[in-house]
């Protein structure tokens, strides 16, 4: 997950400026431009960026890696608009708040793995990876009675090996194509122009739980998608079904696409 994790998820308490900066550096290059990643554009594993949907049907969500103190307002929030989204959490973050995981579950929301511990993937071998991912299952499945299916890799950091394993376990590794960019504390207008003037049929759009201004920005962003017709559904449900190849393809951009 891009920006989501002890260094680049901006809790602004024990960050500093230098180690964020240096996160959504690494973070640019990771979500801007997923040619990079793999050998090549035949051979090269991606997770889901977007759906290729006629509907005006998109999903939001959150990760949760840090902070606490705004969970409960989104809930709220996004249950005034009866919105359900999906919540990427890391098992250490169940550890601490298993409260709040079950009052995401008993609002309806999507509880989805973003790791246990936040590690880097990448560096971590096959092995090391499905005992991290389902660690995080093990922990979210406890509280909410309900396994989970789809895996958000830190940092937003994935190779051929992250991808292979994580669909090994019958689990979509899920990234995003719109990004509030709320981790920097950008103003409200700010978050919100971001993501209205750039979400399309089939967005996942990329917020955290305890970001400064997504509170303040969400019901605004929420209202204007609701008037130009679009409705919000958990990413299980935008996804299309099926294994990878055959029920679907994904094209160079990580766009998942009904196969032909």
Same mark, same amino acid.
């Given at each position: #997950? ?6 680049i998820?901006?809790?602004?308490k ?13 973070m ?9 990643v793999?050998?090549?554009?035949a ?13 005006? #049907? ?45 009052a995401?579950h008993? @609002?309806?929301?999507?509880? #989805? ?17 499905? @005992? ?15 396994r989970?299916? %789809? /895996? ?10 992250? /991808?292979? @394993?994580?669909?090994?376990?019958? #689990?979509?590794?899920i ?10 504390? %950008? ?17 996942i ?11 303040e ?20 449900? %935008? ?22």
């Amino acid at each position: #997950m891009k920006i989501s994790g002890k260094v680049i998820h901006l809790k602004r308490k024990p960050m500093t400026v230098l180690g964020c900066a240096l996160a959504a550096a690494v973070m640019l290059g990771a979500v801007n431009a997923p040619a990079v990643v793999g050998a090549s554009a035949a051979q090269r594993q991606l997770p889901i960026y977007c759906v290729q949907r006629d509907q005006k #049907m998109i999903s939001i969500s959150f990760d949760a890696a840090w902070g606490n103190e705004d969970t409960q307002q989104l809930i709220d929030i996004l249950g005034k608009y009866n919105i359900k989204a999906t919540f990427f959490v890391v098992g250490e973050w169940v550890d601490k708040y298993p409260e709040s995981v079950k009052a995401l579950h008993d @609002a309806g929301h999507e509880v #989805m793995n973003h790791s246990n511990d936040h590690a880097h993937m990448s560096k971590l071998s096959r092995e090391e990876i499905i @005992a991290d991912v389902n660690a995080c299952n093990d922990k979210i499945e406890a509280v909410t009675g309900v396994r989970p299916t %789809l /895996i958000r890799p830190p940092y937003g950091e994935y190779d051929d090996n992250v /991808i292979s @394993a994580i669909r090994s376990m019958d #689990m979509e590794p899920i990234q995003w194509d719109v990004d509030s960019l709320d981790w920097k504390d %950008l103003s409200a207008p700010e978050i919100t122009k971001r993501v209205t003037e750039k979400v399309q049929a089939g967005s996942i759009v990329l917020f955290h739980n305890a970001a400064k201004h997504t509170p303040e920005a969400l019901p605004t962003i929420l209202e204007s998608l609701l008037q130009q017709g679009y409705t919000f559904v958990p990413i299980s449900q %935008l996804i299309l079904p099926g294994e990878c190849g055959t029920d679907y393809t994904l094209d160079h951009t990580g766009r998942q696409c009904p196969a032909a």
